[in-house]
């Protein structure tokens, strides 16, 4: 690696420590954003580059399961900090995982911004959990391979076996030991209420809660509110019930 790459590399990871800016567009001076782009088939992203300087690269950047979407404070602050490290990078919006849902027409949506978002002919895929294993599934097509400079994935969930081999085995309903399996357990039940607590008869209000929890479950909410929000409100309707 050059010295020159590792000044760039510095500075970027400078960046991505500094104090977030606030989400609205145009909060960062050095950075254009455009938003609520789509494709000719309909596939909805944003676009961040930087406001002076050639682009030095694009990357395509995807949320993970969160009800934010590609609007999630931290993606934004991630696409806003290539930006201004002269990487221009996309950020699509993919319905199913932006519902907590596994929608497979998400990756054919992003196949298609890989081919005709990006403002390079190449670009890289950067996914960050469960978007990080659509990115995986979007490079295997034929045809986007060639496309992509590279695949960098933080997180990728890669092995639905073991995901039914320990629902088999009943191991969602076994008492977490730790808080790490709590916090595991918590984020199950709470999507489990919110994706079948229609059909489940559960409260119009419960459902609505479980939504704004989601939406800052990983980096807004607190360990304690989410052991309260379970006991108080989960526990008693046995949410586990639904898996």
């Known amino acids: 690696m050059r010295l020159g790459h590792l000044t760039r590399l510095g500075g970027l990871l400078r960046r991505l420590g500094a104090t977030p800016l606030p989400t609205e567009p145009g909060a960062d001076p050095k950075v254009n954003e455009e938003r609520d782009l789509s494709t000719r088939g309909g596939a909805r ?41 002269k990487v221009g990078c996309v950020t699509p919006r993919l319905p199913g995982l932006a519902s907590c849902r596994f929608r497979p027409a998400d990756v054919d949506d992003l196949v298609e911004i890989c081919h005709q978002a990006p403002p390079q002919e190449h670009a890289g895929v950067i996914g960050f959990s469960f978007g990080g294993s659509y990115a995986l599934l979007a490079a295997s097509r034929a045809g986007i391979a060639e496309r992509l400079r590279f695949v960098l994935t933080f997180g990728a969930y890669h092995d639905l076996q073991t995901l039914m081999d320990d629902f088999d085995r009943g191991d969602h309903l076994a008492t977490p030991r730790d808080a790490k399996e709590w916090d595991e357990r918590i984020y199950v039940e709470t999507i489990l209420a919110y994706q079948h607590g229609v059909a489940a008869g559960l409260p119009a209000a419960l459902i609505a809660d479980c939504a704004e929890l989601l939406g800052r479950y990983c980096h807004g909410a607190s360990p304690e509110e989410k052991l309260r929000f379970h006991r108080e409100r989960l526990a008693p309707l046995q949410i586990d019930a639904l898996g």
Do not use: C, W
């Open 45 to 85: 992203y944003d676009l961040y580059v930087p406001k002076r300087g050639e682009l030095r690269g694009v990357a395509v950047a995807v949320h993970g399961m969160t009800m934010q979407g590609n609007r999630d404070e931290r993606l934004i602050h991630f696409a806003r900090a290539l930006a201004r490290s």
